[in-house]
């Protein structure tokens, strides 16, 4: 049992749906018994008026139907209870229960039962006002010196203090200035009322001066004020706490000396009787209530202070004494005696959860039994600790740290695409050249096996593919239920996408609370992209994939791309992307080879990925599982550097347009200052062109800022365009050394570490860090290599030159026998074998320099990609060059 937390003596639940706030809790003896026992007395916000008497028959009992005294329902919600002297000629208890538009007090009485069930209660109305404002609370006690009654004041919404001398209304007073109610609470010591006004101010109003002011009949001043007669309402003492208050508390120490708490958003102020601050508390948790009560030690005031974490803090002036938890977030707190048990701690939540707790432990009179010692043979215990250890190990290479069948039982996630476009395309207002912008539908379907919580959907592709709709909630699925949603794809842009693979993942919770997530992938068809062209007699870029197998006809591979008027001609195929682009592909007759070509190099990779992965499909419907391709032509560095350079000089671009905007922006400021200047000068003086110099500044900021977003826009095609390039030469190095899954896994992550590019973070110094980790670790030649550090921060180079080099070295240390891997100690074998040809990484530019005359006789910098044995018999088309 925690030391630190609530001790739970009596607790209950009130009713159903039901709310509570900071007023509707209150401790007193209202029936009026002498013996000193509270009553614990609730209203709600539904109306209903509960009087409880809590007597366990051991700690920790819930509520008997005997402890419930009374329960009534006013029908008018009870904003706020308090028990006090409220009716003239007897100094008796009396409930005040204030309703929004209604004040009444009523008598609580119990009459002896005849026969076993005790004592009846019953409450008898006394009086009640009804008010002309809404009102928000009240406060009660000896107004202006009073003997043996109470009075009562309510604030209403609109800021007025309305005065009733128990049976009769005495005056009402409008509060200056003011907007929102606050907290109010009456001091007797000093004869005022402290309230905490909108302007985040504590306001103190003796009472004399509200009732000597100017009656309150409407807020605004009239005639008589004006000419002086009437007093008018002036606050006696002020003081900014700058934070809205939840409550006010006076606690007096004895006749002499009292203290005011105010609890704030994250402070909570004890000030003095004048408002000077005594001290102040910053608080570590969102407050929710707090009540001080005077300590047992001379001097000092305890405080109760309950926070939106579960917890109530016990504070000796500033000084934490003990911190308890309790099971839910209190709204009011009270202490007092109940059932001859002093210092109970009566919370109450706003959803009805009532608590009597007091603080410590129960003493516990278990004792352990005593352990039978004996001898430990440590020998024994240090081999059943290597297999339970060889055990856990064999576990997590096998399965990882968790067991996957339990996650792809919860939830199965599946994906289909349309085999055909929609016939109403959702790309609205969309169009590329003439082209009109085709739509197609993918719906995922969820199947769940137990029951799912806060189930999440999102869908991502890759830009300029825009989706209908890429979010889609769930708050529950019950067991064995099925959901399926449907979104459409299209393309929203001249660029094309550096793939067509979209990714769904769906998080949700367990039933025990435990968060998952699964993800499922889906493939989108070529034609929603491209559509049949013409194939192209000429082309700048050319790239040749030799197979193992002999080829296929490429009608066979690309039947939604037959040319009608061709068909003659099985092994061209022509292709047009949206954006205007042309690609042919040809198939070789006898040579067991396809040539892609095109005016674009990027163009060049979703053909090239595509005829790979539709080759793989075609040969294992076949039944032939040793289908291989490969690359032998030298690699196309040089046309992916253009691209790098490309992309780099407009990011370069970028930041000087928007450093030359934000002059422009500073200087348009600053002749704005200088014009107003002008202008409010009672002198006249003249404009000295200020006026012209201000035209022309707007039209140079109106500039810039269209030329940053058309750089931004370039920008964005630049970058789709070089990820599509990355992907095709990491294709490209992936058969051309026959790497396998996992080895191409890292050349991507190491490529491709971005899914966006932006100022602070670029694609280039986050590759290049990368490459270098590369370099420096699993293709290293020697352990210095490998000691060496990398800068921890990335910023923007100065030009590409570096990360050129870097990536012309990673091809140079592959093509040598390097293989790429995670661990070091498995790269440490490596580099016996790797041929001796094999360099350091560069540290200065003449090493630099060397390496790349070195690789200059492996890497080619021509753009006509083909391998130097001629096609033979390729095509009959007129005008295909070899």
Known sequence: MSLFKARDWWSTVLGEKEEFDQGCLCLADVDNTGNGQDKVIVGSFMGYLRIFNPHPVKTGDGAQAEDLLLEVHLRDPILQVEVGKFVSGTEMLHLAVLHSRKLCVYSVSGSLGNVEH????????????????????????????????????????????????????????????????????????????????????VESYKYQVLAFATDADKRQETEQQKLGSGKRLVVDWTLNIGEQALDICIVSFNQSASSVFVLGERNFFCLKDNGQIRFMKKLDCSPSCFLPYCSVSEGTINTLIGNHSNMLHVYQDVTLKWATQLPHIPVAVRVGCLHDLKGVIVTLSDDGHLQCSYLGTDPSLFQAPKVESRELNYDELDIELKELQKIIKDVNKSQGVWPMTEREDDLKVSAMVSPNFDSVSQSTDVEVGADLVPSVTVKVTLQNRVTLQ??????????????????????????????????????KGSCLPPELEGNTVVSYSRPTGIPRVSQCKFRLPLKLICLPGQPSKTASHKLTIDTNKSPVSLLSLFPGFANQSEDDQVNVMGFRFLGGSRVTLLASKTSQRYRIQSEQFED???????????????????????????????????????????????????????ELLS??????????????????????????????????????????????????????????????????????????????????????????PLQQDTQELGWEETVDAAISHLLKTCLSKSSKEQALNLSSQLSTPKDTSRLKKHITLLCDRLAK?????????????????????????PESDLEERSVEQDSSELFTNHKHLIVETPMPEVSPLQGVSE
């Not at 404002?133 to 309510?154: H, P, W």
């Not at 239920?481 to 459409?488: I, L």
């Not at 920008?715 to 080895?743: N, P, Y």
């Open 454 to 491: 806060k189930i999440r959907l999102s869908v991502y592709v890759q830009p300029p593919l825009v989706l209908t709709c890429d979010q889609f909630t769930f708050e529950f699925m019950a067991p064995e239920m099925t959901r399926t949603v449907g979104f459409s794809v299209y393309l």
């Open 817 to 841: 026998g390097g293989r790429l891997c995670l661990s070091t100690d498995a790269a440490a074998p490596q580099t016996m074998v790797m041929p001796g040809g094999c360099a350091t990484i």
């Open 118 to 201: 005790g004592t009846q209660y019953q409450i008898k109305l006394m009086y009640e006002h009804n008010l002309q404002r809404t009102a928000c609370n009240m406060t009660y006690g000896s107004f202006g010196g009073v003997k043996g009654r109470d009075l009562i004041c309510i604030q209403s919404m609109d800021g007025m203090l309305m005065v009733f001398e128990q049976e009769s209304y005495a005056f009402g007073r409008f509060l200056p200035g003011s907007l929102l109610p606050g907290p109010l609470a009456y001091s007797s010591r000093t004869d005022s009322f402290i309230t905490v006004s909108s302007c985040r101010q």
């Open 604 to 658: 060049l990779w979703l053909i090239t990925n595509e005829l790979i992965i539709r080759l793989q499909e075609y040969f294992e419907k076949q039944g032939i599982k040793d289908f291989a391709c490969s690359f032998s032509g030298s690699m196309p560095l040089q046309e992916y550097f253009e691209l790098i350079d490309h992309h780099f000089e407009l990011r370069t671009n970028g930041e000087k347009l928007e």
């Open 663 to 752: 002059e422009r922006a500073v200087q348009f400021r600053a002749i704005q200052r200088r014009l107003l200047t002008r202008f409010k000068d009672k002198t006249p003086a003249p404009l000295q062109h200020l006026d012209t110099l201000l035209d022309g500044t707007y039209k140079q900021v109106i500039a810039l800022a269209d030329a940053v977003e058309e750089n931004q826009d370039n920008l964005f095609q630049s970058f789709t365009r070089l990820k599509s390039a990355t992907h095709l030469v990491i294709l490209l190095i992936g058969l051309w050394q026959k790497l396998s899954a996992d080895q191409i896994a890292i050349l991507e992550a190491a490529f491709l």
